[in-house]
């Protein structure tokens, strides 16, 4: 513990995810939600923390990082005395976990500056990450496609029960909205659940079906218009059943136009990350992906929409410091 205790400065980084969709909203078997997400390479979120005279924040999302810091400060007895740069910030409200990712990064290296390292699951509940789903703890642990169990009867984050790699040579295309449209998210989100109407036994039922029998076995197999086909029916069936609360299937009618023709490219499996705005497309392959990604922003051009190929992560999130190398979470 004393050498922990002189580690002079941690930089974490954590990758964004897709959450694809939940499985089972009706709940009637004790347990709600049950999420598919993908975890991307990029964009990411990359903390730096040392010791100072005083606390200081600086970078992009500096305020919600500084939000975590006190927090923390506060309920743990963590050291006021630390200098925090936010090196880079997935964009906020935007469907790619950031408030997630930003406060895992964050008191993961707080918590190993002063000594008393923690489990990323224990982190996450101490700064209440978790409440719906278990993706982006998930992402955060040890990346790749996750599938969490949903949230039973207590407060800890719902389990992941099932994880595979994402394929090398498939590409997640990102269709990002550039200006100031951001999915529902605080008191908003929450008032929109509990008015969104009782959700079908019977579809989720399909969907766990689906889920259980063709998706994760096409996954397997590699089969990506398999796989895609059934995150595309999951985000039709969630997307409407949200619709009343987002003004349709997509939060931003831009995304919608754009997803409805790779939709028409062939691309099967096309959906809304969360509640978006950001949409994304399963490519089987990277020269596909980027010829999508050409095509679109010239279809698009002056238009807000930004086109981002990326790849599949399948790594959690990495750690670097001064004593103890660089680790995985």
Not at 25 to 49: C, E, K, M, Q, Y
Not at 102 to 116: E, I, K, P, Q, Y
Not at 223 to 238: A, C, K, S, W, Y
Not at 260 to 274: A, D, H, K, M, R
């Amino acid at each position: 513990m004393d050498g922990l205790n002189r580690i002079p400065e941690v930089r974490v980084r954590a990758a964004a995810r897709l959450h694809a969709g939940f499985l089972d909203l009706n709940g009637d078997l004790g347990r709600r939600f049950g999420s598919i997400g993908i975890t991307l390479d990029r964009p990411a979120t990359v903390v730096r923390v040392r010791h100072a005279e005083a606390l200081s924040v600086a970078g992009p999302s500096a305020e919600r990082a500084r939000r975590c810091v006190e927090r923390l400060c506060e309920t743990e007895g963590f050291s006021r005395r630390v200098e925090l740069t936010v090196e880079e910030a997935i964009p906020e409200h935007a469907g790619l976990g950031s408030g997630t990712q930003m406060d895992l990064a964050v008191s993961t290296a707080l918590s190993l500056l002063n000594g008393r390292p923690a489990t990323a699951r224990d982190l996450a509940r101490k700064v209440e990450r978790g409440a719906r789903s278990g993706i982006g703890l998930g992402a955060f642990q040890q990346g790749g496609v996750l599938l969490d169990g949903g949230r039973g009867p207590g407060d800890d984050p719902p389990p992941v029960i099932a994880r595979a790699d994402f394929p090398e040579d498939w590409r997640l295309l990102l269709v990002m909205h550039d200006d100031d449209v951001r999915g529902l998210h605080g008191t908003a989100e929450v008032d929109a659940f509990r008015r969104l109407p009782p959700f079908p036994a019977e579809k989720a039922a399909h969907l766990c079906r689906l889920m259980l029998m063709v998706a994760l076995p096409a996954l397997a197999e590699r089969d990506v218009n398999r796989f895609g086909g059934v995150i595309g029916e999951l985000q039709r069936t969630v997307g409407d059943h949200f619709a009343p609360a987002q003004g349709g299937r997509f939060t931003s009618p831009l995304v919608a136009d754009a997803i409805g023709w790779l939709e028409s490219e062939g691309i099967p499996g096309v959906g809304q990350s969360s509640w978006g705005p950001t949409g994304f497309a399963i490519v089987g392959g990277a020269a596909e992906a980027e010829r999508l990604a050409d095509a679109a922003r010239c279809r698009w051009a002056g238009e807000p929409l930004k086109f981002l190929v990326c790849r599949g992560s399948n790594t959690g999130a990495s750690i670097e410091g001064a004593d103890l190398g660089a680790v995985t979470v």
